[in-house]
């Protein structure tokens, strides 16, 4: 997804669960993400008997970022009590260990050495970028295996071979926003108001650049804020309305742009807005003032309010298991990365729970380019590089009667 985030999203990502969803499908080499019925009627399906694999989790889920970790926790979570309701992954069940970084690279480090200690097998994490990155460069020491649902900085799997993720990265992110305004013609001068202090941000600002280049799209407006500063954007506000643009795009999260979103109402701008995963989390934050994002375009792999069946199932399922939440695009990225995680186990034939995780990574990486998974967030495969490939959506939020949702803005 993402600094805070990453997907933070980005910024800035709980619970033990016990439901229904998904399984794998005929193929070995492919998985849906929305066979699993077994599961889902309180684990009825057969009981794995050969010892327990353990799966590590690492995440803020405490501080400003929580609400990422916590999803990705919950969704995780969530595909681990349906696998092992069906019968577990050639035998073995499955156990999640998820530890909070609070999203914090030093702090992930420390729970990457907890969760090694405890005899971690694969990693499911970071959730965020910048915690990613140096725990990568830990994994890749020890041949970890690392799937990162989230983590979509550039950095965050480049240590070495052992490292994927589920997410996109973030200037694939920019490039995609940038081909999808011109393709749509949703204008012909864009101004940013973008994080410079934050790896999401300015990734995903450096692929919208080089695209919008590409494409003619002319920047009018490049304004940008800090960590230190990022509760009054007046100024950035009313420069990208003085420069004449007529789109706003926020490569930042959520938080953030609830608060643009409310000063630039105030402030009489009246224009389309355009945002990457990082503003999944926005219909919640801006509460009951929720008709401030009506129209607001938000790049995801996933929205609860689809009525694809697979995402209609997850987010059923999802709700069971957190007593009525809504899952954000986190949570089913989540959820993917477990699902991978046991396509390419059954493919690499990993049924020994005791093998070394070294052994376990070199199997893992060369399985996870052989593999479908048909998920929640889209049909996506991998390559060696430990890249995604899929195709993205574009949502747009749409409020009626106090309540938003999104809808497909294909």
Same mark, same amino acid.
């Given at each position: 997804?993402?600094?805070?985030?990453?997907?933070?999203? *980005?910024?800035?990502?709980?619970?033990?669960? #016990?439901? %229904?969803? #998904?399984?794998c499908s @005929?193929?070995?080499?492919?998985?849906? *993400?929305?066979d699993n019925s077994a599961a889902s009627e309180g684990g009825e399906g057969?009981? /794995?008997?050969?010892?327990?694999?353990?799966?590590?989790?690492?995440?803020?889920?405490?501080?400003? /970022?929580?609400? &990422?970790?916590?999803?990705? $926790?919950n969704g995780a979570q969530l595909a681990v009590n349906e696998i092992n309701a069906n019968g577990g992954v050639n035998g073995m069940t499955l156990e999640l260990n998820f530890q909070d970084d609070e999203h914090d690279a030093e702090k992930s480090v420390n729970a990457y050495n907890t969760l090694k200690d405890a005899g971690m097998k694969a990693l499911v994490g970071t959730v965020t970028s910048a915690p990613c990155v140096a725990v990568s460069a830990e994994a890749a020491k020890d041949n970890m295996f690392l799937?990162? %649902?989230?983590?979509s900085s550039l950095d965050a799997i480049s240590a070495g071979d052992n490292c994927f993720r589920v997410c996109f990265t973030d200037p694939g992110q920019g490039k995609i926003a940038a081909d999808y305004i011109v393709d749509k013609n949703l204008a012909t001068k864009v101004g940013i108001i973008y994080d410079s202090s934050d790896v999401y941000s300015t990734g995903i +600002? =450096?692929?919208? $650049?080089?695209?919008? *280049?590409? $494409?003619? +799209?002319?920047?009018?407006?490049e304004e940008a804020f800090t960590a230190d500063a990022k509760t009054d954007f007046s100024v950035q506000i009313q420069k990208v309305m003085d420069s004449g643009a007529d789109l706003l795009f926020l490569p930042i999260y959520y938080q953030e742009a609830s608060l643009i979103l409310q000063q630039a109402k105030s402030a009489g701008m009246n224009m389309p807005v355009f945002g990457g995963d990082g503003l999944d989390g926005l219909i919640d934050q801006l509460g009951d003032k929720v008709d401030i994002a009506d129209g607001v375009l938000v790049m995801t792999p996933f929205a609860a309010s689809s009525p694809d069946e697979k995402s /209609?199932?997850?987010?059923? *399922? &999802?709700?069971?298991?957190? @007593?009525?939440?809504? %899952?954000?695009?986190f949570a089913a990225d989540g959820y993917d990365a477990v699902y991978a995680i046991k396509l390419a +186990?059954? $493919?690499?034939?990993? @049924? =020994? %729970? @005791?093998?070394?995780?070294? =052994?376990?990574? =070199?199997?893992?990486?060369?399985a996870m380019t052989e593999i479908t998974l048909d998920g929640v967030t889209g049909s996506t495969t991998w390559t060696a590089d430990g890249e995604p490939t899929k195709a993205p959506q574009v949502m747009k939020i749409t409020v009626t009667d106090g309540v938003g949702s999104y809808v497909s803005a294909q």
């Open positions: 997804m993402k600094n805070v985030l990453k997907k933070i999203a *980005a910024v800035s990502l709980v619970a033990a669960m #016990a439901v %229904p969803f #998904a399984g @005929n193929n070995a080499n492919s998985s849906s *993400a929305a057969n009981t /794995a008997t050969g010892g327990t694999f353990l799966l590590g989790g690492i995440g803020p889920i405490t501080g400003a /970022a929580a609400v &990422y970790g916590n999803a990705v $926790k799937l990162t %649902p989230s983590g +600002l =450096d692929g919208f $650049k080089a695209e919008a *280049a590409e $494409k003619g +799209l002319e920047i009018s407006a /209609a199932a997850f987010t059923k *399922a &999802y709700g069971e298991l957190t @007593n009525g939440e809504v %899952p954000i695009q +186990l059954e $493919k690499a034939g990993v @049924n =020994d %729970p @005791n093998m070394s995780a070294s =052994d376990v990574c =070199d199997k893992l990486k060369v």
